[in-house]
């Protein structure tokens, strides 16, 4: 089966003997609880991509960007509950006890009588996005914890005990230091020995402490005033920015069917699903909202790198850093699943570790080139989420609904809602990707003429 971060953390017991249909699942007595597939699904979905929401508001203005978090997080819950009823469906059709990702998309295909031939090519393609997305979250990792240190480092002979907000924006640098670039090859090594931990349950205590110390640092913001500089509405042209960032933050729905699977008691996955989603949605709306109308236009890619100089903000970013450090581990998790094993395989058993370890330090050193290569956090962010997110959370699930119950019939009204729910992701896709690659290049040839006029006048 396609693997997933959650399956280190809570893996699964064995299975029934048999086959077994309807909510008769993988977890049975031995499954997670309530609560713990509520927290799992809560660690799923809040990431870098919520720090990124602020700018992502002020992409949109402050009228049309929480109104477009709202829709998007209902779409985002309804393909999320889609894929959970496509898998149950197909599931007892093919006499499986459960059906990952890609499996359900391979099923749906062989449902359809012309497709059948190509079936296999909808599981591979599930993986290529699932590839691709969390290679993308870790090249965000790199790009993250690397300005977030650096700025700690460059503030530390002004930083204070008094943390008066005074909406400068931004953290003042005083002691500028090396390029980021650097922190992120400083980070390199730490990176790849973390990844060599191939059983994730041994940095289980690690995670739960990370997600405390995230958690946590989301209750730091102050009082609100509105800056002068806030827009109500912004062009156009910056909305797909605005898409990407937010699609990204929504980046739970490869945890679904994992977490489904699990639960001692699958019939009530549902209201997880809406409790936990329910959380995470009013939670990007309101640190998107609330960030913006602090820190208006200088917003940064992270909200963390508009904190000012005092040791307690300080320690946030730190902190957070040190979440997201750890959390890299899991989402390196899924990508190596998937390519590792087929390679190692082709090789000796006395080389087997050898080969694993050597493909995962390639992974890793590949994933830092292209944050090395895109060091701009807000656009790396934008350009994941409308390249793979947009697929895996609004594309593939409407047109999986129409695949399984082809048979069975599909009601007009239904085709017709799964068909704009898709085309909402494929324009989102286009323009995003359209707009953060413009975007990129702009500020890299920006970077490239400034640097050129300082050699100039030097």
Avoid at 32 to 51: A, E
Avoid at 54 to 61: I, T
Avoid at 210 to 233: G, H
Wanted: net charge neutral; glycine share 6%; hydrophobic share 50%.
């Amino acid at each position: 089966q396609n693997p997933s971060e959650m399956d280190a953390l809570c893996p699964s017991p064995p299975g029934p003997s048999r086959p077994q249909r309807n909510y008769e699942r993988i977890g049975g007595r031995t499954g997670t609880s309530f609560f713990q597939t509520l927290i799992h699904l809560l660690k799923g979905n809040i990431g870098t991509g919520l720090l990124g929401l602020p700018l992502a508001v002020k992409n949109a203005g402050l009228v049309v960007g929480p109104i477009s978090l709202l829709v998007m997080g209902i779409i985002a819950v309804h393909c999320m509950k889609l894929l959970v009823k496509c898998s149950h469906h197909l599931s007892a059709k093919v006499n499986r006890q459960s059906l990952t990702y890609g499996e359900a998309v391979q099923y749906g295909m062989e449902n359809v009588p012309w497709l059948r031939r190509h079936s296999q090519w909808g599981k591979r393609t599930v993986n290529l996005f699932l590839i691709i997305t969390q290679l993308g979250f870790c090249c965000v990792y790199f790009v993250f914890l690397s300005d977030n240190v650096k700025q700690v480092v460059e503030a530390a002979n002004a930083t204070t005990f008094s943390c008066q907000m005074n909406y400068t924006n931004q953290t003042e640098i005083l002691v500028p230091s090396f390029d980021s670039r650097l922190y992120m090859l400083c980070f390199l090594p730490f990176l790849i020995l973390l990844v060599f931990v191939r059983n994730l349950r041994y940095l289980a205590p690690l995670s739960l402490v990370a997600n405390v110390v995230m958690t946590a640092s989301l209750i730091t913001f102050v009082d609100v005033i509105i800056p002068d500089d806030v827009f109500f509405l912004t062009l156009l042209f910056y909305y797909p920015l605005f898409f990407g960032t937010a699609i990204f933050a929504f980046e739970g729905i490869g945890v679904v069917l994992p977490l489904e699977n699990k639960m001692q008691r699958p019939q009530t996955f549902t209201l997880v699903l809406y409790l936990g989603m329910g959380i995470v949605t009013f939670l990007y709306i309101s640190l998107g909202t609330i960030g913006y109308m602090c820190f208006g236009e200088r917003i940064g890619g992270s909200i963390t790198l508009n904190l000012p100089n005092c040791w307690m903000y300080q320690s946030v970013k730190l902190l957070y850093s040190f979440g997201i450090f750890i959390t890299f581990a899991l989402q390196f998790y899924v990508p190596a699943e998937i390519l590792i094993p087929p390679a190692v395989a082709r090789v000796s058993e006395r080389w087997e570790t050898a080969v694993d370890l050597l493909l995962r330090t390639i992974l890793v050193i590949f994933t830092c080139a292209l944050a090395v290569m895109i060091p701009e956090l807000d656009l790396v962010i934008s350009l994941v989420g409308s390249v793979s997110s947009s697929f895996l959370a609004l594309i593939f699930p409407p047109v999986l609904e129409i695949l399984a119950f082809h048979t069975e019939g599909v009601s007009p009204m239904v085709t017709i809602k799964n068909i704009v729910i898709s085309l909402v992701g494929l324009i989102g896709f286009l323009t995003g990707t359209y707009i953060a690659i413009v975007e990129i290049v702009a500020r890299n040839a920006l970077k490239h003429k400034e640097a050129l006029s300082s050699f100039v006048v030097q």
